[in-house]
């Protein structure tokens, strides 16, 4: 079993919709969650960090943490065509004083007109 | 103004080559690292280097050598190439080796042939 679950999907829905996506995870250490979108042929650029469980908001975006269920979520609201791209949860712990980053497989998101 | 390049953008090169790839950040980062991502997008960890020095080598074939000559650069030199290495490698950087996000290049696409 992998340490990050993420579907990979696609997931295609219409300009406007809210979106979900989600990954579990099976390390209990895990400490700090983050999201990055990854354009096509582009870099992970980050788009929330969160530590440990609760919710964050930043304009559209919201991260949410459960850590006593090992899941999160990213949800975003209004969607645009602009947020066709790959979502990449990724979370990680402090162990022997450095933080290693697991990704999950990502999810592939399109929004069409 | 870029955070964190890579060069060369892609590389297309012979089996058995010997290829390297550099990675400059100027977000005054001490932390460096390199990722693979196979062809289904799974982003892995291979080294870090703090301050310099190497903190994380994950289990990578010993032809994989990084080379950090500053805190602001990072490099990564392959010998013998082989076809399993075609992928796209990305540089990342944070401040710290702790709860920072990291910040990644746009990667460099390398095809063997």
């Known amino acids: 079993q992998k340490e990050v679950e993420q579907d990979p999907g696609p997931l295609s829905v219409p300009e406007g919709a809210i979106v979900s996506l989600n990954c579990t995870y099976s390390n209990s250490a895990f400490q700090y969650f983050m999201w990055y979108r990854q354009y096509s042929r582009k870099g992970p650029e980050l788009l929330m960090y969160?530590?440990?469980?609760g919710n964050k908001e930043d304009g559209r975006f919201t991260a949410q943490v459960d850590k006593s269920s090992k899941y999160i979520s990213l949800f975003i609201r209004d969607s645009q065509p602009s947020d066709s791209a790959t979502y990449l949860c990724?979370?990680?712990?402090?162990?022997?004083?450095?933080?290693?980053?697991?990704f999950g497989a990502g999810t592939r998101l399109a929004v069409h007109p | 103004d870029t955070a964190v390049s890579q060069t060369p953008k892609y590389l297309v090169t012979q089996m058995g080559n010997d290829k390297s790839i550099k990675c400059e950040q100027n977000l005054g980062h001490d932390t460096m690292y390199w990722y693979k991502q196979d062809s289904k997008k799974f982003l892995k960890i291979m080294f870090s280097?703090?301050?310099?020095?190497?903190?994380i080598n994950e289990t990578v074939p010993n032809r994989f050598s990084p080379k950090s000559p500053d805190k602001a650069h990072l490099n990564l030199h392959i010998n013998s190439l082989e076809l399993g290495d075609s992928a796209v490698y990305f540089c990342?950087?944070?401040?710290?080796?702790?709860?920072?996000?990291?910040?990644f290049g746009d990667g460099t696409r390398l095809s063997i042939l």
């Open positions: 990342a950087s944070s401040q710290g080796q702790g709860d920072q996000p990291q910040h």
């Open positions: 280097y703090n301050n310099k020095e190497l903190i």
């Open positions: 990724a979370m990680s712990s402090i162990s022997g004083g450095y933080n290693k980053l697991i």
């Open positions: 969160t530590y440990s469980s």
